[in-house]
């Protein structure tokens, strides 16, 4: 049988050598140009080269990277936390025709410093049950649309874009400068012949975090409060016989101003900008074109420096939607449970 | 099989970024199993739907958690992805690998799977999508040969994760990588049996930067930090300066507490007023360091917004020293789990749990002190209660 709980294996061997020798003593680190990182250390220099990738790889694309790897690498490279890939170059002869080939290969290199980085996302269509809207097809497009802002740092700050398909929000996208977030609009429909043959009614029950579903014993099914239903497809997960997808409501949210680093500003959420955009692969032009407007505006409006967030509590959210140019709505003034503390208690404010 | 034909899906073959969609294409002639995946997004792309079901309880032996049961809801059409399941497999600590270790690793994916990977998860994870039930265990076997292990999944312990640390940044003020790994050995049982209410995080970040956004992502946020003063090389803040660096603007005047000045010639800190946020070290990275007495400070909490609202972790240890064995963060975490398992609902995350009994609850409950660095303000209502021996019993 298999040996089990041996956890992971030691990283020690997955370090190049001038990594292990200049192990906790880095000196400093350069932008050498976007993408190419130098970090100096006391007895030696480490060059990282980061290409931006999609995050849903084959085991063919893995073995390009392992080829760039061993060409140029001896055989080390890394992920980021942003599912980029990291070329770990011991040898400075070596960076200048690993940049050649990448660019031959239309790999892109960039992602440090003032620039949009990758945008870390969850499953969508390709995998999970519960999606709202695709997570793949979106973040290409969008990345297609602001490929500028990856390979060059031209940027106020840094920009950190995410992606969640439903609200369950798998990947944590609730402190990005901007975010994209899949919703349901709907309440699960339910077939309740099919509810009685296939679902454990408490389960289905237990499942709903907002109480809204109770036992229809006549059918031997469930009825839904629809007021209280969130549509966050917990039920779903339980009874197939429960689907919360509706291709004529389901969308996207975005949601702006939020960052996790506690540099200069503590960690703030992100908040909603634009309520519903419709989804419409395969390149969701509506979600590219707000999001690239966006961008334009804080890139127009930031003072240097100035992370979307920062920007905008500099300048009063009100003052955000009017430079943006988007409606504000009822959508915008929160009614979930710590909702206070956002209403304005103050009479400063700007026209 | 019919030809695959997937117009709308093409559409995403064009353009800069690199494309998932051409990827996967070359690999549709040597395996169905990613023909049929091809084929039903294109069809989710027509209807602009999904069609994939949750179900069952798929695992290997000895294991309750790292696979994810997957299932396409239109298997007549797809035979191929009638069965679809992720495994999750343990990162390594920094994800650094070897092109050797990789290709071992792709090499199985490639026997017993569908070839489709994600380099990572969320959750840190290597994440391994789509395989079939019969092949779970075999795949298992090898991937455990080759010193491999599987993470977690359900109300269990999530790999922890950590960022890229002292293996490449002078910020670093922990060991991420040595504690990710000792943490993720030590909590074995945690991690793959299931038996909280619900799931837990640990992340670690080397200092307060926080690449991997542990504060937003994690029930437990261990973030470096030094407690005396950051460190300042003088000829080389004068060196950033003589070549022309707008030290006032871009540094002193965005310090958050204001505790630098910039005299001409040399750079000034109040020390006791800094609340090493990074900016300045950001900022002049060959001329600032962080302190000497380095530790980490621990918040817990930190989660998504299903379904009590998101929470960031908070503060309740500003500062505790984190060397091997690491043995008062382990009693830490065990004290929380413990208290948790105790008191929590089904589903109910420590966050929610420390809300809904209350923070001074909590702290007593696990013998911790309150600290005024616990909250940004004190309470501003009267509506605080006594514990029995605070009060005169009469
Ligand atoms: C000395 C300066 C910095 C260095 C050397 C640095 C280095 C890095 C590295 C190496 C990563 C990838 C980490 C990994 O994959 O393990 C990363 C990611 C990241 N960095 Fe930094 N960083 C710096 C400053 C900052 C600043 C100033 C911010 C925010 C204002 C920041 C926010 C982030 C975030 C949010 C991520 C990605 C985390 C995620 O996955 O969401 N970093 N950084
Ligand atoms: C109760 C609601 C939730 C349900 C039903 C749910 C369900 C799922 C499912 C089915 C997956 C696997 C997706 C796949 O690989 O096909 C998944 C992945 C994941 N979930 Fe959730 N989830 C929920 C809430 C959350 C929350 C609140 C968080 C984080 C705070 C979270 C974090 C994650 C992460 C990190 C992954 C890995 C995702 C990835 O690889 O991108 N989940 N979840
Ligand atoms: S965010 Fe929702 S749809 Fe996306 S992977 Fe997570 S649970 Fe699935
Ligand atoms: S979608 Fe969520 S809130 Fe709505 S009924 Fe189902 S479990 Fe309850
Ligand atoms: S969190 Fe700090 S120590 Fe870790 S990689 Fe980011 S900047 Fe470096
Ligand atoms: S670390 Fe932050 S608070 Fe401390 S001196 Fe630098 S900018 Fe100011």
Partial sequence: MARTDIGPPHYEQFLPPVIKENYGKWK??????????????????IYSVRVGSARLLTIDRIEEYCQLADKYCDGYLRFTSRNNVEFLVSDPAKVEPLLAELKEKGFPVGGTGNALNNIIHTQGWVHCHSAATDASGI???????????????????????????????????????IAILGIHRTPPKIQHEWVAKQCEIPTVVASC??????????????VVNEEKCMYCGNCYTMCPAMPIADPDNDGVAILVGGKVSNARTVPMFSRLAIPYLPNNPPRWPEVTQAIRKLVEVWVQNARPGERYGEWIERIGWEAFFKIADLPFTDKHIDDFIFSVPTFRTSAQFKF | MAELKTP???????????SFVADMKRLVDRKPTVADVLAQLELSYEEKKGHWKHGGIVGVMGYGGGVIGRYSDMPEKFPNVAEFHTMRINQPS???????ALRDLMKIWDKYGSGLTNMHGSTGDII?????????????????DLGWDLGGSGSDLRTPSCCVGPARCECACIDTLDLCYDLTQEFQDELHRPMWPYKFKIKISGCANDCVASIARADFAIIGTWRDDLKIDQEAVREYVNSGFDIQGVVIDKCPTKCLTWTGSELVLDGSNCVRCMHCINKMPKALRPGDDKGATILVGGKATILQSAFLGWVIVPFMK?????DELKDLLRNIWEWWDEHGKVRERIGELIYRKGMRVFLKDLGMDPLPQMVFRPRANPYFFWWPEEVNQG
């Avoid at chain 1, 740092?153 to 609200?167: D, F, N, T, V």
């Fill in chain 1, 28 to 45: 400093y680190h350069e932008i050498l140009k976007p993408g190419v990182l130098k970090h100096v250390g006391e007895t030696g220099e």
């Fill in chain 1, 139 to 177: 973040v290409k497009a969008v990345m297609d649309e602001l490929y500028e802002y990856f390979v060059d740092m031209k940027l106020p700050a840094k920009l950190k874009i995410s992606l969640a398909c439903c609200l369950n929000m798998c990947g944590a996208v609730h402190c990005s400068d």
């Fill in chain 1, 209 to 222: 975090p907002t109480g809204a579903i109770r036992p229809n014993p006549k059918e031997k099914s469930v």
């Fill in chain 2, 8 to 18: 709308l899906l093409d559409q995403l073959t064009t353009g800069p970024w690199p």
């Fill in chain 2, 94 to 100: 920094g994800w650094f690998y070897t092109t050797k």
């Fill in chain 2, 128 to 144: 391994l999508l789509g395989t079939v039930t019969d092949n779970l265990q075999p795949a298992f076997d090898e991937f455990s």
């Fill in chain 2, 322 to 326: 984190l060397e091997k064995p690491y």
